[in-house]
């Protein structure tokens, strides 16, 4: 590999395997001290890890597309396999993400008492770091499919009372998804003997090939991401899941992060192909979940639609290949991310308080609860795209990219695309009418406390977050510029 | 620098009152917020001055200024930063002076409100987002005003949040913005497609690039890209400018308490659509089919919302709907190209409406929050400095002689006679027959509230104002001794007033006539000419009194007038029977056109139900039945059929053996 830039100790390393000893240690302790040991080495090891993802932020080249933070060994000679870690910008803001989220689920978890659930958390998250760091094709499927463990475990033991359906459903989908990706991969390592994600985007491969390693990436990624129609998963995961665990869930977007590292550049013929049909299923995703989720009567399951439909706007501004929408696609990942976890736990927060988050159940808040009210109304702006806060950025680059993009259906697509403007607003404020203003619907409502210090903190964090990424979103793109650009120079290249 | 404090003092005033309102003096936060809404105001006039004066000699036409990067997309800039050029310099002398007016009224208006601080928040907050607005350089950072004041909007609509009706009100004007706001990210989008930059300065330049380009929404369906941007854009406008048929909104926000009408109606949020167009002149006079658009959109709301003020009964609607009407003559302006005709009206507009609304909420709290103007009556002998006031407002609305309305209106009328755009002859007729009706309205409010005998205090029935007057703690008896406001409420007044009496004399020559816009406002006088004849028919103020004692406009007011007088005052009992005869016509007017039966019925619950058939037949049958369960099931037959295969009898797999063997060795066999 040229120009790899390489005098650091291995922090991607250690950021992937220190959250995952850790976390085998936090199981192993669960018994000393009632659990109180198992909690404090979580909290470390997430702190650990989230200020060497800062250092690995600000050591972060920008405006450089090439992969940093380079890490080879081989580790199975006979194939060829290696044990190859790196990031580039299309990688870097999730792995801070990734960072922060994991911090936040930890440090929200106020018991002593559920080790298990926190070592299944510092799992994942040092397996989500693999997968955003893996170079090497084999090494990704494994700590893409080594997720599904950690996290099947979390929601099936830990989660809500329909979690044994849930947890099935939601390892099946993702298992059989990922079935037809390791497919492809054997394919392409049978035509390259490489298993090197980099050396497959140079591979020359026919139209006939290149639509069926499509299809097969896309079934996993699609499973993943969630799109629609393979998503019947994702709302009743994330609803059923623990809140740790459907924040992680739904934060890491590792299944939109799998078209822009894999389908994208090493099939880009047929994306260009399939263009149409991908534009068509990501609108209707948009408009069909957004009115969806005016449906839901639980405050969770209405998030969740939302994150989804927001995902269709990402896969929308994949498949415009145009940068405005690409890079608005990137960071509307990760301002979705944002969202969705800040609304998880707000959801979180009144659950604990009310039993549920019906939302005929939970009225008027705003006067027991202002702090409360206040961040949900903030956040329930930011997820509608608010301009100055985190959501505004993608949905409005998105959009203006889908206006500008080259085709016949321009304007079409365009209009489509900003009816989420409409749509995202009436089922937010709808929700916002009914949780935070209006009559008192629970008897208790009066009686419920505020925000405690630790939940405040939680969702202020977030919330500054999200504010300074609104106000100062060129500190993200910045990152991740060169390599989107970069990977839209390659994409326009025919490789049959 | 200066210029970043204008807006950003109200911010850090808003944030302040917001977070520790609650835990300091509740003076504190009226203090903070008016001290920074004050000086804004006279570093805006500061601003104003330079402009003004300095400029001309010194040949500057704009000075646009970029605070920092907020996205750089590698082939252009997003910025945010601010243009100061004679357009913006006037628009945020307008908001700020009414913005602070507004801010020292209600020190007296929320006196008793437990929600103080909060309220004091959310008008600085408005004013910040209005600013951000008027003072941008681009168009991302106008959207970024433009949503701020649809979420000030919000929250302030919704201030009373107890009432269900406020909050449904405040809902409906974020989401009928936002509709707006769906044209506006598609017109931005067209120009950005277009001409690759958001940055005001450079696509004027451009503007000729965009001529002949074409946009298309499907294949063989393609349009001018000019027109349907400005489309986009102006559907933006009437959003935010509450045209018809995104109007109704506007009457709703009543729902919040008075002082946000006045901001809304006057300075902060609904000139926003107008300013906007007026500020895109250039790329809004590339086309002549979104200027009929705009002209026939504005003649409609102009008349059709002037009708609705007639039946009306509560005194802020009244108002309202002179508001929707008055900005239907500006939007006609904006057609018609006489775009500083209608920022004339803008400023002139914003002075007496944010009169009128004052003195409309004077009225309502010295009647302790009373609004049905059925209940007023006879109130001039006890609020003479309302009564005062209010009557120089309803005269400067109603555009008689000699205050401020009557030198911002006629020249509209006269836009629209001596436009080109097709529709142009339509809104003529409308405004005229609207000057009428203006009259009419405004006089029968002043007559019903401050002449003829008092009726309040009669009757008790109203179950809703009731339980809200028992939450300010007053009671019925109080009714009795009804009395002037107090200082912080009548000094606001009197300012307006002032302005509303001498904005128009003393700014018609600079502002409308003279050169006073230069460069900021562009218009083709060749193919628009309106702005050119009103140019040519100018000899001075005298003249134009002269003038306007010979025109129509004038005495159709005054025949308002004398309508209103005897349906009011002479002989009340012939408008109820005029109402009944009228019937379904009366009826109609009633219900806004049946505008909001017709949006909740097909909108609002064709929503709900289209969620609901998603649900039902999108997710729980499709997604969940067919796909997991059926796929579920399959895999079970499957596995029951396959089960068979495994029978645990040796001698049927020694036949299975058997029979792969055979097909192998035949397959190789043809090999």
Redesign the interface.
């Known amino acids: 590999m040229n120009g790899e830039m390489n005098n650091m100790p291995p922090v991607l390393s250690i950021l992937i395997w220190l959250p995952i000893i850790a976390g085998i240690l936090v199981l192993a302790l669960r018994h000393v001290g009632h659990g109180r040991w198992s909690r404090w080495l979580a909290n470390l090891a997430a702190w650990v890890a989230f200020i060497i993802a800062i250092f690995v932020l600000c050591r972060f080249q920008t405006g450089s597309g090439m992969m940093q933070f380079t890490e080879r060994v081989m580790w199975i000679p006979h194939f060829s396999i290696e044990y190859a870690l790196g990031i580039d910008g299309l990688s870097v803001l999730f792995i801070g993400m990734n960072a922060l989220i994991t911090l936040l689920v930890i440090a929200a978890q106020k018991s002593d008492s559920k080790s298990g659930y926190l070592s299944a958390l510092l799992i994942t998250s040092g397996l989500t770091y693999g997968a955003f760091s893996a170079r090497d094709a084999v090494l990704f499927y494994v700590f893409f499919e080594a997720m599904l463990i950690p996290m099947y475990l979390a929601i099936g033991v830990f989660g809500g009372a329909q979690r044994r359906y849930a947890t099935t ?1 939601f390892f099946l989908y993702t298992l059989f998804g990922s079935l037809f990706m390791l497919l492809a991969l054997f394919y392409l390592y049978s035509v390259s003997q490489t298993f090197s994600m980099e050396a497959w985007q140079h591979l020359p491969l026919s139209i006939y090939m290149q639509l069926i390693l499509f299809g097969a990436f896309f079934i996993a990624f699609a499973v993943k991401t969630p799109m629609w ?1 393979l ?2 998963w994702a ?1 009743d995961a994330y609803v059923e899941a623990p809140t740790g665990a459907a924040v992680m869930l739904a934060a890491t977007k590792i299944g939109a992060y799998g078209f822009l590292r894999l389908l994208l550049p090493i099939v880009p013929d047929a994306a260009h192909q399939l263009a149409p049909l991908m534009i068509a299923l990501s609108l209707f995703a948009v408009i ?1 979940f957004g ?6 009567t639980d405050l969770k399951r209405l998030f969740a639609y939302s994150s989804v439909a927001h995902m269709g706007l990402v896969t929308l501004g994949f498949f415009l290949f145009n ?2 929408a690409m ?1 608005g696609a990137v960071l509307l990942m990760v301002s979705n991310g944002l969202a969705i976890a800040a609304l998880f736990f707000v959801a979180e927060s009144l659950k604990t308080r009310f039993g549920d988050c019906k939302l005929t159940d939970c009225g ?1 808040i ?2 027991a609860m202002p702090w409360l009210a206040t961040l949900l109304v903030f956040f329930a ?1 930011a997820n509608i795209g ?3 806060t985190s959501g ?2 993608g949905e ?2 998105v ?2 990219g ?3 993009h080259q085709s ?5 697509v ?2 489509l695309a ?2 989420v ?2 749509i995202g ?2 089922y937010t ?2 929700m ?2 009914r949780v ?4 008192i619907t629970h008897p208790s409502v009066v009686a419920l406390s505020d925000l405690g210090t630790r939940e405040r903190l939680l969702l202020s964090v977030l919330a500054a977050v999200m504010l300074g990424f609104g ?4 500190a993200l ?2 990152m991740a ?1 060169a390599s989107v ?1 970069q990977l839209l120079a390659h994409v326009a290249l025919p490789k049959l | 620098m200066m210029l970043a404090l204008i807006p950003l003092l109200p911010l850090l005033a808003a944030l302040f009152a917001g977070f520790f309102g609650r835990r300091v003096p509740r003076c504190w936060s009226h203090w903070v917020c008016c001290a920074a809404v004050g000086i804004s105001f006279l570093l805006s006039a500061n601003v104003l001055y330079e402009v003004a004066t300095l400029w001309p000699s010194t040949g500057i036409q704009s000075n646009s200024v970029t605070l ?8 252009t800039k997003l910025t945010v930063g601010f243009l100061i050029d004679p357009l913006s310099a006037l628009m945020m002398v307008v908001v700020t002076l009414v913005s602070f007016l507004v801010h020292v009224y209600t020190i007296g208006y929320m006196k008793d409100d437990p929600g103080y601080a909060r309220f004091f928040a959310y008008i600085a907050f408005f004013t910040f987002s209005m600013l951000m607005l008027v003072m941008s350089n681009n168009f ?1 950072q106008m ?2 005003g ?3 004041v649809g ?1 000030a909007s ?1 929250l302030l609509i ?1 201030f009373w ?2 009432r ?1 009706s406020a ?2 009100a405040g ?1 409906k004007a ?2 009928m913005n ?2 707006g ?2 044209g506006f ?2 017109g ?3 120009l ?2 277009a001409l690759g930059t958001l940055d005001f300065k450079e696509i004027f330049g451009r503007v000729d690039e965009l001529r002949g380009l074409n ?6 369906v393609e ?1 001018s890209l000019l027109t ?1 941007a400005c489309i986009g854009l102006f559907i933006g406008a009437m959003g935010k400018s509450a045209q018809v048929p995104l109007h109704s909104w506007l009457p709703d926000s009543m729902e919040g308490p008075t002082p946000i009408s006045a901001l809304i109606h006057a300075a902060t949020m609904v000139t926003a659509g107008i300013f906007m167009v007026a500020r895109m002149s250039p790329v809004f006079e590339g086309s002549d089919t979104a200027l009929s658009f705009i002209i026939i959109i504005g003649a409609t709301t102009a008349i059709t919302m002037a009708l609705l003020g007639l039946v009306q009964n509560d005194i802020k609607r009244v108002i309202a709907y002179s508001t929707l009407s008055q900005l239907g003559y500006m939007t006609v302006a904006l057609g018609a190209s006489a775009y500083s005709a209608a920022i004339f009206h803008l400023m002139t507009h914003a002075f007496f409406k944010a009169l009128l609304f004052l003195a409309a909420g004077s009225v309502i709290i010295a009647l302790h929050h009373e609004q049905d103007m059925r209940k007023m009556g006879g109130l001039r002998k006890r609020m003479p400095i309302t009564y005062v006031t209010a009557v120089i407002g309803a005269w400067a609305l109603a555009g008689l002689p000699p205050f401020a309305g009557f030198f911002s209106k006629e020249p509209i009328i006269e836009a629209a006679h001596s436009a080109t755009v097709t529709g142009h002859t339509y809104a003529y007729w409308a405004l005229m027959l609207g000057v009428f009706l203006t009259a009419c309205y405004t006089f029968r409010m002043i007559f019903m509230t401050f002449h003829g005998a008092s009726r309040y205090g009669e009757s008790k029935s109203d179950a809703k104002r009731g339980a809200h007057k028992k939450a300010h703690g007053v009671t019925h008896e109080a009714h009795h001794d009804v009395h002037e406001s107090p200082k912080v409420v009548t000094i606001p007044l009197i300012v307006l007033a002032i302005c509303s009496v001498f904005a128009g004399i003393f700014c018609v020559e600079p502002v409308l006539i003279g050169d006073y816009f230069g460069a900021a406002i562009h218009g083709n006088y060749v193919a628009h000419p309106a702005m050119a004849e009103l140019h040519a028919e100018w000899h001075g103020i005298l003249d134009y009194f002269l003038n306007a004692l010979l025109s129509a406009p004038l005495w159709l007011a005054l025949a308002g007038i004398a309508t209103a007088w005897y349906f009011t005052l002479s002989s009340p009992k012939s408008a109820d029977r005029l109402a009944r005869s009228l019937g379904g016509v009366y009826n109609a007017l009633k219900n806004n056109y049946y505008v909001d039966a017709f949006y909740e019925r097909v909108f609002v619950r064709g ?2 139900s ?3 058939v ?2 039902q037949g ?2 729980q049958f ?3 039945g067919v ?2 369960q059926s796929t579920s099931q399959l895999v079970r037959w499957g596995a029951q059929g396959l089960r068979y295969l495994q029978t645990g009898y040796l001698y049927h797999y020694a036949f299975a053996m058997a029979l792969g063997l055979l097909v192998l060795m035949t397959w190789w066999g043809i090999l």
Do not use: C, N
């Open positions: 459903k129609p998503h019947a709302p069909y009115i969806v989720a005016l449906a839901q940068a405005t890079k008027g705003v006067k702006m608010l301009p100055g505004f950025v409005f680059l959009i203006i889908a206006v500008g016949g259906y321009q304007l079409l365009g209009l900003a009816t403007l409409i607003a009436a404020l709808w916002v009418r935070v203003f209006g009559p106000l100062w979103p060129q793109l910045g510029d650009t | 920092y990067t907020w996205l750089d997309l590698g082939s991302l959207f970024f433009w949503e701020g979420l919000y919704g949040y107890t269900p909050t449904k809902m974020f989401l936002r509709v706001d769906f990210i598609i931005i989008g067209l950005f497609a946009v298309s929404l499907w294949p063989g349009w349907v929503a709900r289209l969620a609901s998603f649900m999108g997710e499709l997604t969940e796909l997991v």
